[in-house]
């Protein structure tokens, strides 16, 4: 599966001259806890949480959500200081095992770059035997990746309502089943709990318990089971657990897209979107 490599795969190939490892770890929401400084060798920060993410409005394109996706321009000057050339193929992984490394390899998809999630990601590298080694800010040399936009990766609220209310596509909320019903309040200031009417619930430890994926029949059976034969609008707190739905959805042949803000666009006090609670 060419989307997805496991630790085995990588360590064979980790010093191809075209391929670059992407360390794309970020700290769930909440939490204190610092990212580690080592990672796989040769690894480079895809900073989710700073630069490779939308910073200001400046842009023009509206109000920004936490994660949300750069401008096109942006994000090929982003990767191109990261030193990522045309014809690379990039691995990313992330602490966890698979929560925002989905993320790296979706807005890497959506530029056209091809890309890879590692399977277990540092986890199942540290328990295959595997030495780490610091984590740099860039590979030390001018990138010229051209990014090769796909407009339909993301998609915002007024879409993700529509496929809401026309049932055509299927929305499946990542989040944990407690946020999702709205037991749990949700970590970010000024959001409220629960979940969009109508969405359905498909927490993203399901798809890849233990940070690992599931086997493609077995994701198969659960795309199946929550979005009938539908395409797939795939949500979460802020568009990052959302990418791993993202990720089974392609591994299956499945069509899907992610909405970039999801809950903390949709939640939000002032949004005016409704709200659900409870299963």
Do not use: K
Not at 76 to 85: N, P, V
Not at 235 to 240: K, L
């Amino acid at each position: 599966m060419r989307d997805l490599v496991d630790v085995d795969w990588l360590a064979e190939h980790l010093h191809d001259d075209a391929l670059v490892v992407v360390d794309a770890s970020m700290a769930p929401p909440g939490s204190n806890d610092p990212l580690p400084t080592d990672g796989i060798p040769g690894a480079v920060r895809f900073d989710v949480e700073g630069r490779m993410s939308r910073q200001s409005d400046a842009d023009g394109l509206g109000p920004v959500g936490v994660h949300d996706m750069l401008a096109p321009d942006d994000f090929e000057r982003a990767l191109r200081d990261l030193g990522i050339r045309a014809g690379d193929r990039v691995v990313a992984y992330d602490a966890a095992g698979m929560f925002s490394s989905a993320r790296a390899w979706w807005m890497l998809r959506a530029a056209g770059v091809d890309a890879a999630v590692l399977d277990g990601g540092l986890p199942a590298w540290l328990a295959a035997g595997h030495p780490l080694a610091p984590v740099a800010e860039s590979l030390g040399r001018a990138g010229d990746v051209a990014v090769r936009w796909d407009a339909s990766a993301f998609v915002d609220a007024d879409t993700t309502a529509a496929a809401l209310e026309s049932g055509a596509a299927a929305v499946l909320d990542a989040r944990s089943p407690a946020r999702f019903s709205g037991a749990e309040p949700d970590p970010r200031a000024g959001v409220r709990p629960g979940h969009m009417p109508g969405a359905r619930s498909l927490h993203y430890a399901t798809v890849a318990p233990g940070g690992r994926l599931r086997p493609a029949d077995e994701l198969a059976e659960l795309l199946a089971s929550a979005a009938g034969e539908r395409p797939i609008v795939a949500t979460c707190g802020s568009g990052v657990t959302a990418a791993v739905v993202a990720l089974a959805a392609t591994l299956t042949g499945r069509e899907a897209t992610v909405y970039d803000g999801s809950w903390s666009d949709w939640g939000r006090a002032d949004s005016g979107r409704p709200i659900a609670t409870g299963d």
